[in-house]
């Protein structure tokens, strides 16, 4: 489901971990930004920008893989193995069939717990035996192996967590917005909503400008990719202009992995 929606379950919440929306949420999520990083140096020549499709409804594979394609580049899926064949308020999820589609096309496929289980709303232990779930199931019920990337269901992580999955992920995704460099964190990655029609590509493009200003790694995220787009999807429109706009300012349009495996040196 969708990656910004607060959980309503507050069973076992901590208030350190996870403060209402109220002053001290930005300062928790500076805490959450400064404490367990693993940095990665960028030394990229030009700005980077990334496409990723969370859980992930088959129209970001009929839409926006092939939208991506027809520019030339590829996104990063971030799969809920336990949601295929599943329907929810994004339409149809993913097939299994589909997976290989992902792969066989030169997409990342990249892992978001099996469950699509928020941090929020179970124990530390439980959520990180999810992860590993979700990456182990790969292989038993697809034959495919994902990548070490993975992006936290909802956004939701806390400071244990963020030192705990990042030890064993090569890169964990969450939803605080902005860019990403000179020094990235492979352990909280920053990524952007790319929600809406036509309307939304003003703020979406002063976003790219800002990333090419700043020579950074700007990540935009999204589910499903229609016309009749859930609050959490975007237009076949919107991401088709974005994507024009990007590739006339000769941005590099990169996975996740290429930058993450390639240790942040990209031409
Ligand atoms: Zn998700």
């Known amino acids: 489901m969708n990656d910004t929606i607060a959980n309503s379950a507050d069973k076992g919440r901590s208030f350190l971990s996870y403060p209402?929306?109220?002053?001290?949420?930005?300062?928790?999520?500076?805490v959450l930004?400064?404490?367990?990083?693993?940095?990665?140096?960028l030394r990229n020549r030009r700005p980077i920008v990334s496409f990723a499709f969370d859980d992930f409804p088959r129209t970001a594979l009929t839409e926006g893989a092939r939208i991506l394609e027809e520019a030339g580049a590829r996104g990063t899926f971030y799969t809920a193995l336990g949601l295929a064949g599943t329907t929810n308020s994004l339409g149809e999820l993913f097939q299994v069939e589909d997976l290989h589609q992902v792969t066989e096309r030169g997409h990342e496929l990249a892992t978001h717990t099996f469950d699509h289980v928020?941090?929020?709303d179970v124990s530390n232990s439980r959520f990180v035996a999810n992860v590993?779930?979700?990456?182990?199931?790969?292989?038993?019920?697809?034959?495919?192996s994902p990548t070490a990337d993975f992006a936290y269901?909802?956004?939701?992580?806390n400071l244990r967590l963020k030192v705990k999955v990042g030890r064993s992920m090569q890169s964990c995704r969450g939803n605080f917005p902005g860019l990403n460099g000179p020094t990235a964190d492979r352990n909280l990655l920053r990524a952007n909503p790319l929600y809406g029609g036509r309307e939304a590509l003003r703020e979406a493009v002063a976003l790219v400008d800002l990333n090419r200003r700043a020579n950074g790694w700007l990540i935009f995220y999204t589910h499903d990719v229609r016309p009749n787009h859930?609050?959490?999807g975007c237009t076949p429109a919107l991401l088709q202009a974005l994507l024009g706009y990007i590739s006339k300012q000769n941005d590099k349009i990169a996975r996740v992995v290429d930058i993450i495996e390639k240790a942040g040196v990209v031409d």
């Open 20 to 30: 209402k929306d109220n002053v001290l949420r930005p300062v928790w999520r500076a």
């Open 33 to 41: 930004n400064l404490v367990g990083q693993n940095p990665l140096p």
């Open 118 to 120: 928020s941090a929020r």
């Open 132 to 144: 590993h779930k979700g990456i182990d199931s790969f292989a038993a019920l697809t034959g495919l």
């Open 153 to 157: 269901p909802f956004g939701c992580t």
């Open 230 to 232: 859930s609050h959490f």
